[in-house]
């Protein structure tokens, strides 16, 4: 009588692949053994390393997601910087006017009465506020350029030093874990995404100030700019001193005399109503001013500040000493 004791009864040549490899241990791949596995692993960094240094890479980008972004920022910032600099001398202009205007004083003697017309006291606040204008606008000129030199430098500083750099000691890594109490694996990771942050830093803010402005800030930007310009004209036409001394003949006639006076009061009556019309500009003036240091401060100082505060809180804690987290391998063998 047959039984199937004996062919239960077999050795572990005929046990399944899947139960030897468990007692053998974890298997990293049906093909490669870990010594292949480290060797491709390493030369596939590798390659992507030297990537970064390959005339390869202006052709990747191109016409990648990548372009799309650094494109949009370089319009940002040509716009932007165009807007400031066109701003900037304007107030510069309405400044270096005021300051001539300043040194006018008006002398009209009516009746025989001396009256002295300062126009210094009445622009002088004009004068203070375009002179803090224009350094706010220096300030945002300034922050436009460090801007666009960090937009140059992101394929260099961000592909080719930072993401190459981690990638050699990544594969590094592979083979040698610890470099004193460094983990070299940690340390990879942790620069490959400090180089993602910097690369894509510049382009990220060029999105959202631009979207901020398109959205926000535009239409406040054309109504203070416009009064900037018409505010510049009108002292360019303003002549407070036109016709203060007429021409006329001296005589002794009362009539004559008397139309002498009339001139002269008319004069000042005239002097009196433009100062009173450039008072009542100041406001209007000194409103639109401010809102043209809100925008640029906002859009060139601010939201940049902002952007690099979010992404130190989110990098700060891949960013801590590079310190290895587990046991060297000195203490492995200890215990």
């Excluded at 298997?27 to 490669?32: C, E, H, N, V, Y």
């Excluded at 017309?117 to 803090?132: F, Q, Y």
């Excluded at 005239?270 to 401010?290: C, G, H, M, V, Y």
Aim: aromatic content about 8%; glycine content about 6%.
């Amino acid at each position: 009588m047959i039984t199937a004791g004996p062919l239960l009864d077999t050795d572990d040549s005929f046990l399944p692949n899947n139960r030897i490899l468990s007692e053998r241990g974890t298997m990293t791949g049906p093909f490669l053994s870990p010594m292949q596995k480290k060797i491709s692993l390493s030369l596939f960094l590798l390659v992507f390393s030297a990537l970064a240094f390959s005339p390869l890479l202006p052709v990747i980008i191109e016409n990648s997601p990548i372009d799309y972004w650094d494109h949009r920022a370089e319009t940002y910032l040509e716009k932007t910087m165009a807007r400031a600099a066109l701003t900037f001398a304007l107030v510069r202009g309405l400044n270096g006017i005021v300051s001539v205007a300043q040194g006018t004083e008006i002398a009209v003697s009516p009746a025989g009465v001396g009256l002295n017309v300062s126009i210094g006291e009445i622009l002088d606040p004009i004068n203070d506020l375009a002179e803090r204008f224009s350094w706010v606008m220096l300030l945002s000129t300034v922050s436009l350029g460090i801007q666009r030199v960090i937009l140059e430098m992101g394929n260099w500083l961000g592909l080719q030093v930072l993401l190459a750099s981690g990638l050699l000691i990544w594969a590094t890594g592979v083979w040698k874990r610890d470099w004193g109490v460094i983990d070299l694996k940690l340390t990879a990771r942790r620069v490959i995404l400090l180089a993602i942050a910097v690369r894509f830093f510049i382009p990220t803010v060029a999105v959202v100030s631009n979207t901020v402005y398109d959205r926000f800030l535009n239409h406040h930007y054309r109504e203070a700019s416009e009064t900037l310009t018409r505010m510049s004209e009108e002292l360019k036409q303003f002549d407070p001193g036109a016709g203060a001394d007429p021409d006329m003949p001296s005589s002794e006639g009362l009539v004559q005399e008397f139309q002498l006076w009339l001139a002269e009061t008319q004069n000042l009556v005239n002097i009196r109503s433009q100062i009173d019309l450039i008072k009542a500009k100041l406001e209007r003036f000194t409103e639109d001013t401010i809102r043209l240091m809100v925008i640029f401060t906002l859009q060139t100082v601010l939201i940049p500040l902002v952007i690099m505060w979010i992404l130190g809180r989110m990098m700060k804690p891949l960013l801590t000493p590079f310190a290895a987290h587990h046991p060297s391998h000195a203490e492995r063998l200890g215990g």
